[in-house]
């Protein structure tokens, strides 16, 4: 009997369309802390109390050094094998797309191209008066930025928590979670929505559904294979 690796990989080689979804889970591989340990933690302060408009109208100055934090964090991390593997399924599949919930960059570092950073990038930054949107790599941030164009209150470029996501990244992602053969579905606790959903989504329409995670998620009922693991360890072993 073929081992569910084996199906995984040969079901992969098979495909035409291939979407990817990945949570913080494929980062914690690399040394970025997910939000839902204890090491995610900041001051005492939990995620769901930082990233959110009302936090940040509240007081701008912890936010921000709440980022600060992230930024200083991550700006150490590099990519690892597993955000290497994404990059060669890209390369070799005909139909390909990468939604990540990550603000880290760290598929990108690695060379991603085809991909919605559906949650927002770290390493951007939007004017909360104008709306433009810019690069700062800046770690620390000098507090509180302001916008070279209006000088407006700057804040970081992410999706936070009671916002919605961008439309054109939910349309394109929803069109590669209908759209896909084969949905890998890495490192995410599938609790956030509505990425939360996508699973589903993907499910509904036809696709052949993987988990990849070392614990169970709401998730692992409703796909069709699941491997339990890290991915750093997991994903190379499938191309
Ligand atoms: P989460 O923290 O809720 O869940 C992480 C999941 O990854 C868990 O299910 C865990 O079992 C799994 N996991 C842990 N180690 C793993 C490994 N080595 N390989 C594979 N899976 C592993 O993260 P989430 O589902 O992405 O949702 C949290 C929200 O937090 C998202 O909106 C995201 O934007 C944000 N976030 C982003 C980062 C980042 O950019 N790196 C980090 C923390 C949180
Ligand atoms: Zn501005």
Redesign the pocket.
């Known amino acids: 009997m073929k081992s569910d690796l084996a199906i995984l990989k040969s079901t992969l080689d098979a495909a035409g369309a291939v979407t990817v979804l990945?949570?913080?889970?494929?980062?914690?591989?690399?040394g970025?802390?997910?939000?839902?340990?204890t090491d995610?933690l900041w001051r005492n302060f939990r995620?769901e109390d930082l990233?959110t408009p009302q936090a940040f109208s509240r007081d701008p100055r912890l936010v921000w050094e709440w980022y600060n934090w992230?930024r200083e964090l991550?700006a150490s991390k590099q990519p690892n094998p597993?955000h290497h593997a994404i990059v060669e399924l890209e390369r070799r599949t005909g139909r390909f797309w990468l939604i990540?919930?990550?603000?880290?960059?760290?598929h990108r570092s690695a060379g991603s191209e085809k991909l919605s950073e559906?949650?927002?990038n770290?390493w951007m930054v939007r004017c909360t008066a104008c709306g433009r949107i810019e690069e700062n790599r800046d770690v620390p941030i000098p507090f509180l930025p302001s916008c070279r164009q209006c000088g407006g209150l700057l804040r970081p470029h992410?999706?936070w928590f009671g916002e919605s996501l961008g439309h054109e990244d939910l349309m394109r992602s929803t069109a590669a979670l209908k759209q896909c053969d084969v949905l890998l579905v890495?490192?995410?606790?599938?609790?956030?929505y509505p990425?939360?959903g996508f699973a589903a989504v993907a499910k509904e329409a036809g696709a052949f559904v993987a988990e990849?995670?070392?614990?169970p998620?709401p998730q692992s009922e409703l796909v069709d294979l699941v491997l339990r693991?890290?991915?750093?360890?997991?994903m190379p072993l499938l191309l």
């Open positions: 990945t949570g913080a889970g494929i980062s914690s591989d690399s970025v802390p997910t939000f839902r340990g995610g995620a990233a992230r991550i597993a990540t919930q990550n603000v880290d960059g760290l559906i949650h927002g770290i992410i999706i890495i490192g995410t606790s599938g609790v956030v990425a939360a990849i995670n070392p614990e998620t693991g890290r991915a750093k360890e997991i």
